[in-house]
């Protein structure tokens, strides 16, 4: 059972570009999501977050929406650039979980140069 | 801090034998997650310890998976026997819980078992 579903494993966009990078939830109980970047060879490395009571946080380049009736967030990278070519991850938490941390399968971003 | 620390980085194991990985969480964090990246899966929660308390040992594949927290500093997952399907990447997180917080990865254990 995914509670947190990433559907594209790769997405490909030129330098210069958006990313937009699509997560989906199936628990309506969750109360934060989070975006995590990760390196080969590397642990993921949070990046950014948003309440479940907001649906925009910005932060930089990176934007994150939130459509809680659709259970649906989106990353945005604008610009894109090479440096950001990783897998992203999308991750879910809530009290009544207990806090602990479902993460989608990954989504890997190529950015061209 | 040195961040979270895993031991060893790579492990390669005969089929059937012991393996333990080992976790260091950043001080003064008082939630530890195990986690194991697949291809096909993602990155899946083994088991979540909170104050050095099992609070969700769910993902847990089977009776051969298992993991302490002895104390604060210091975590081991342990698979006996190890089959040749547990290959994958195993990731020790900690974090401060509070309502979004972010969780801290080591490096992971690459663990192959031939």
């Known amino acids: 059972d995914q509670q947190v579903k990433q559907n594209s494993p790769s997405l490909s966009v030129q330098e210069g570009r958006i990313s937009i990078l699509n997560c989906d939830y199936t628990?309506?109980?969750?109360?934060?999501f989070l975006w995590y970047k990760k390196y080969p060879a590397e642990g993921p490395t949070f990046l950014i977050s948003i309440s479940s009571i907001k649906d925009k946080n910005e932060d930089g380049r990176f934007t994150v929406f939130l459509n809680k009736s659709a259970k649906h967030l989106s990353l945005h990278i604008v610009p894109s650039q090479p440096g950001d070519s990783a897998v992203y991850f999308c991750?879910?938490?809530?009290?009544?979980?207990?806090?602990?941390?479902?993460f989608g399968a990954g989504t890997r971003l190529f950015v061209k140069a | 801090d040195a961040g979270v620390i895993q031991s060893p980085r790579h492990e390669v194991t005969e089929m059937g034998q012991e393996v333990t990985l080992r976790c260091k969480p950043i001080s003064g964090h008082n939630s530890l997650f195990w986690y194991r990246q697949t291809m096909m899966r993602g990155l899946e929660l083994l088991i979540y310890?909170?104050?050095?308390?099992?609070?969700?040992d769910s993902g847990m594949p089977e009776d051969r998976f298992s993991a302490k927290m002895p104390n604060a500093s210091f975590s081991t997952l342990k698979i006996q026997p190890s089959e040749p399907r547990d290959s994958a990447v195993y990731f020790c997180?900690?974090?401060?819980?509070?309502?979004?917080?972010?969780?801290?990865f080591g490096q992971g254990t690459r663990l192959t078992v031939v």
């Open positions: 628990n309506s109980m969750f109360d934060y």
């Open positions: 997180a900690s974090s401060w819980e509070r309502e979004g917080g972010e969780a801290f």
């Open positions: 310890f909170n104050n050095n308390v099992p609070i969700d």
């Open positions: 991750a879910a938490s809530g009290r009544t979980g207990g806090f602990k941390t479902i």
